[in-house]
């Protein structure tokens, strides 16, 4: 009744190897880096996730319904009407961070000093005169 308890349990082998899972090596597992193609992949499903869930909201909004805008009328289903109200408030944000983009890479591709020409703010540019400084004569 002293006796520890694990004395009496059988070890057994387990894929080629004695005793109990601890005691087995772990499989060595290769790091491997995420790429472009396997965050694609995932942007892909999650996409295709989004547009089947749009998919149901559409086909479960189908009564029509009547649209004015601007002077122009239609009828269409609420579902549909919902999701052009959607996309265009989309297109709205888009269209100032576009700008906003193209802004900073113009900004970026510019050279960071000015040109050889124009002399740097703060400084002073020495006059010119014509004549190189070693080769000028006092008196």
Known sequence: MTA?????????????HEGPD????????LAVKRSRIGDL?????????????LLIFVLQNGQRTE???L???????TGV???LAAVSGVLLVALPGTARILQLRVRSRRP??????WPRSGSVAPPETGV????????
């Open 41 to 53: 992949w995932i942007v892909a499903v999650v996409f295709a996730i989004m547009l089947l869930l």
């Open 112 to 117: 960071a000093t000015p040109s050889s020409g």
């Open 81 to 83: 009407a919902l999701l």
């Open 22 to 29: 601890e005691s087995r090596p772990a499989p060595l597992r």
């Open 4 to 16: 520890p308890r694990d004395r009496h349990i059988e070890t057994s082998t387990i894929n080629g």
């Open 132 to 139: 190189a400084p070693s080769s000028r004569q006092n008196g």
């Open 71 to 77: 002077g122009a009328h239609a009828a269409l289903p």
């Open 67 to 69: 649209v004015t805008f």
